[in-house]
């Protein structure tokens, strides 16, 4: 079967349309026959751009890797310490919030060869970063950068998901305060530096 390519079309701009599908309709929904009814085109004409859904897929999480990194990087340049953590967790959720279905995109499994070349090494070397403004030695550090992306990635889902709308409590008061607690939690596991 000959496929056509169509004028206009490139995977650069078919990764982007599925990233902004997926903030409409979820990551999930991504498919080469929805971006293909977006574009108006027949889905055999996406192939000469795109294998599969799943190099879509990946394509749309390398985005979005890249791009939360760049939001994360700008938020915390020149910032230490707690001014860091909390410079780094605000661009973590306002970017989850403004790219609910990119955000999604970035927890997508990738091959070990794809995702040690991704932008996925950046926010740990970020997130490490950061931590080393509260000197925690090996394996704190590390059970630290575990911990931040579980909160922040629990918290950014269940208020995706809507779980804290039932409460008078606002979600930014629990977000502050959260913040607070890791600030302190990660203080108290410090290392003493020796005396000079």
Request: charged content about 25%.
């Amino acid at each position: 079967m000959m496929v056509v390519v169509r004028a206009g079309l490139s995977p650069e701009r078919l990764t982007l349309a599925g990233a902004e599908l997926a903030d409409e309709v979820g990551f999930d929904q991504v498919t080469l026959s929805a971006l293909a009814r977006r574009f108006d085109v027949k889905q055999a004409s996406l192939y000469a751009h795109l294998k599969n859904s799943h190099e879509l897929k990946t394509r749309i999480a390398l985005l979005a890797l890249e791009e939360l990194a760049d939001r994360v990087a700008d938020a915390v340049a020149g910032r230490a310490g707690k001014d860091a953590l909390t410079a780094f967790a605000n661009a973590y959720r306002d970017y989850a919030r403004a790219h609910p279905g990119r955000y999604e995109a970035a927890r997508y499994r990738l091959d070990p060869e794809t995702a040690a070349a991704s932008a996925g090494v950046r926010h740990a070397q970020m997130t490490r970063a950061i931590l080393r403004g509260y000197d925690l030695a090996e394996p704190d550090q590390t059970h630290a950068v575990r911990m931040l992306g579980s909160v922040f990635h629990g918290y950014a889902s269940l208020e995706a998901a809507g779980a804290f709308d039932h409460t008078d409590v606002a979600a930014q008061q629990s977000w502050d305060w959260t913040l607070d607690c890791l600030d302190t939690a990660l203080r108290s596991r410090s290392t003493p530096r020796p005396a000079a």
